[in-house]
């Protein structure tokens, strides 16, 4: 496939680089290291997978991860890169309240990309995907200057309603579970060229989002729910748009750990503008009704009301309170 | 989501292009273009799309499409691409012998890229997704200095079992329906600076599948079939790879429209060529048992051996016979 415009050529690569090894015996190498899962009813390799779904329903999800812009190789391994990519789009199909089954990858890489470090990112996809018992069933290898990973995420509501954005009710309750902020913090330390605390550059490298939460949310009677990728504010002012209300947070009920605490203290930051803003730790954040309450592992940090917009302490929040790409 | 390693900064954009209108209001206006279609649970906006999967089963699959390498844009309008990324992953569903239901596109563009090319795009995608009753059901916007479009596609079996590449069996027919060559034509002809013929021009810019015909020889009795994309002597070899086979083909049985053998004729090449070798019409190629033959609308053009590898009237095929990326 592809108009032969201006791909590589013939014996341009480096011994160890893909385009050395060519696509075919590369891909081969990388569907050699993918496990399969229970509900792969074809894997990878022919035109197309087929997964079960069980209830007659799919989820499905994609996100792009651009080399430079989402990972950067001299901070991140192959591996981490190969766990990042896969937790982001799992924690996009946990935050509808569905179990993810799936992932496909397409990777848009230079000829003169390691073979090495796309068996590290296979590594690492297949391992983040293997938490949920997802498999890694589909995937394209196309040549680019810049590397660019497509990250698409299948999943499984299990009969339960999807739960959207939308459904957010003046009253109800907002809660959040997952890390906030350590992701924003490690980056924050890279930044400044440093490679410690090594939980907070882990936490950078590899998010860790509470999948678990996600359909538990929704079997527990969640109104809405959604993956907290761009902020906490940012991504409750998504909620707060789709479903037509305000939501107000307590900072107060944002509890700073200690690890947050002294980095902001050695950085001259402030701590709980991460927890705020900071995105990519792949937190969840829903309502609830004001009877109900969160299931167990969820934080109550504020209520929905009526009207728009995000205010933090009764303050209204200027502008996103998150990143966005293209600088606005 | 992203880290701030590299993003573009604000004010950084000119008006009229991504980087000036920002993501989200971009996404809005990309989405606001996108029709739904049947099937669709969930459309897009929130975290994730929700599809219905009549049998319990979904087929799906992901190609890249990269600027310069799988398209020009002084070749090709926005609307174009978007045909044609989709065209390509709807013939692998229907290579499986199921209906396209779905797409998600990833874009990774580079912040100066015009509004206009994006909302093109996004047209081209919903229209030719719209010729099988799909929908676009899901996004993400990113930036990079390299445009990239990943397009998944998802399908229904529809009670089917999918037709993959592995069960061609000694004694069974070759047949092909779709286009064979056109695109390649149209490639030379582009290459050498001319834009007619046009059909030929457009048949490289907006491949035709004949997407009905993979879920008919599925219904039929197609014992293995692959979408036509690395050319018809590369993509039967991995047919006969697969199937543990030798395919025999009868170029005879190829007949030669007269454009492609005018075109030829005035740019010195070999319309067999074309045919053989030429990839991204995606048509479609499959084996059927000897005494069933194919359905209506398919040309039978060769036949299924013991042994391996592919045979051209009798003569062993050196090498792949079609464009790989990476030179290989």
Do not use: C
């Not at 009710?169 to 060229?193: E, H, I, M, N, Y």
């Not at 004001?290 to 109550?300: D, F, M, S, Y």
């Not at 504020?302 to 990143?323: F, H, L, N």
């Amino acid at each position: 496939m592809g108009t032969r415009a201006s791909g590589p050529q013939p014996g341009s690569g480096r011994s160890g680089t893909i385009a050395a090894m060519g696509e075919f015996p590369l891909v081969a190498a990388v569907l050699s290291r993918l496990p399969s899962a229970e509900g792969v009813l074809l894997g990878p390799g022919d035109d197309a997978a087929v997964l079960a779904a069980p209830d007659s329903r799919v989820v499905a999800s994609v996100d792009l991860l651009v080399d430079g812009v989402h990972f950067r190789r001299d901070w991140s391994s192959a591996e981490d890169v190969g766990h990042k990519a896969a937790a982001q789009n799992l924690a996009d199909v946990a935050a509808m309240g569905a179990r993810p089954t799936a992932l496909l990858v397409g990777l848009a890489a230079p000829g003169d990309l390691a073979v090495d470090w796309v068996l590290g990112l296979a590594d690492g996809l297949a391992a983040e995907a293997g938490r949920v018992d997802a498999a890694v069933v589909g995937g394209d290898v196309v040549s680019s200057e810049r590397l660019v990973v497509s990250v698409t995420a299948l999943g499984s509501l299990d009969g339960r309603a999807p739960v959207t954005r939308a459904g957010a009710k003046p009253g109800d309750v907002v809660a959040v579970t997952g890390r906030l902020g350590w992701s924003a913090a490690g980056f924050a330390v890279l930044s400044r060229g440093f490679r410690s605390p090594r939980a907070l550059v882990a936490a950078h490298r590899r998010p860790e989002p509470p999948y678990a939460q996600g359909p538990r949310a929704a079997a527990h009677g969640a109104t809405s729910m959604i993956d907290v990728s761009d902020g906490l504010v940012a991504d409750l002012g998504h909620l707060a748009e789709a479903s037509g209300v305000r939501v107000d947070v307590d900072s107060a009920a944002l509890e700073v750990p200690d690890l947050l605490r002294d980095a902001a203290a050695a950085l001259g930051r402030d701590p709980q503008e991460w927890l705020l803003t900071g995105g990519e730790d792949h937190a969840l954040a829903a309502t609830f009704p004001p009877l109900l309450g969160p299931p167990e592992g969820w934080t109550v940090v504020g209520r929905v009301g009526e009207g728009s917009g995000v205010r933090v302490d009764g303050a209204v929040v200027e502008g996103s309170g998150g990143w966005r790409h293209y600088g606005r």
